[in-house]
């Protein structure tokens, strides 16, 4: 079974212009996460899709982060304009349900982001 | 509030016991989470615990849960040099669902 495909892993821009990644979710996998990774930090929520809702939007920056899973699958996670600050790894999960039992995420290999 | 905190930094020889520890606020927190990140890579889980449990073993992973004080510890016996890596420890948020991590554990593991 594949895993959580992300795209793409390294990205190099120069500040104030757009960057896009992808992420894939595992095969039926009902929640989609979206974590920002700072070096030496653990992951902080950006959002998160249950199916193509988003339920939690409270830590996503939306004066330049924007995000969307159309049709409940595979999702983008915008940033228009990179800021230096943005520089981090963007980490996407999925489970089946955050709903019930453990809620066992999956992680994503991470887009690793460079703002120059 | 919403904190989960970790030490920095361990450092073991190989073939000795690790044991890394967490603390946690929410007292509602339902299940506590220990994930590994290898450089390059995004986290894989370990293990985890659900919040009536006191203790579960898998392997050579032995993970302890204190909830009167909120500590959560990963132990992992026989260490070996693949075990080198950032452990993270997570808790589930009670009320929201959400996946709260710690700042991660660096274990260097000497030859």
């Known amino acids: 079974e594949a895993g959580v495909v992300q795209s793409p892993r390294y990205k190099i821009i120069e500040k104030k212009q757009p960057v896009a990644f992808w992420c894939n979710p595992i095969?039926?996998?009902?929640?989609l996460y979206w974590y920002r990774q700072n070096l030496g930090q653990g992951p902080e929520l950006l959002i998160r899709y249950e199916n193509e809702e988003a339920v939690d939007d409270s830590q996503l920056p939306k004066d330049r982060f924007s995000a969307e899973r159309l049709k409940g699958v595979d999702s983008t996670l915008k940033i228009q304009p990179a800021e230096l600050g943005d520089s981090a790894v963007y980490l996407c999960?999925?489970?089946?349900?955050?709903?019930?039992?453990?809620?066992?995420?999956?992680f994503g290999a991470g887009s690793r982001l460079t703002v120059l | 509030g919403e904190d989960v905190e970790q030490s920095l930094f361990l450092s073991v020889r190989e073939g000795d016991s690790s044991v890394i520890n967490c603390t946690y606020t929410d007292s509602s927190s339902t299940y506590l989470y220990w994930y590994k990140q290898e450089p390059g890579a995004g986290l894989q889980l370990l293990t985890y615990?659900?919040?009536?449990?006191d203790m579960k073993q898998d392997q050579r992973l032995t993970v302890l849960l204190n909830k009167k004080d909120k500590h959560l510890s990963l132990r992992i016996a026989d260490t070996q040099t693949g075990d080198s890596a950032i452990y993270f420890c997570a808790e589930r948020h009670g009320n929201t669902g959400k996946l709260i991590f710690g700042q991660g554990t660096t274990l260097q593991v000497k030859p």
């Open positions: 615990i659900f919040s009536n449990m």
């Open positions: 095969s039926g996998h009902n929640t």
């Open positions: 999960a999925s489970s089946p349900s955050s709903r019930s039992g453990a809620n066992v995420l999956t």
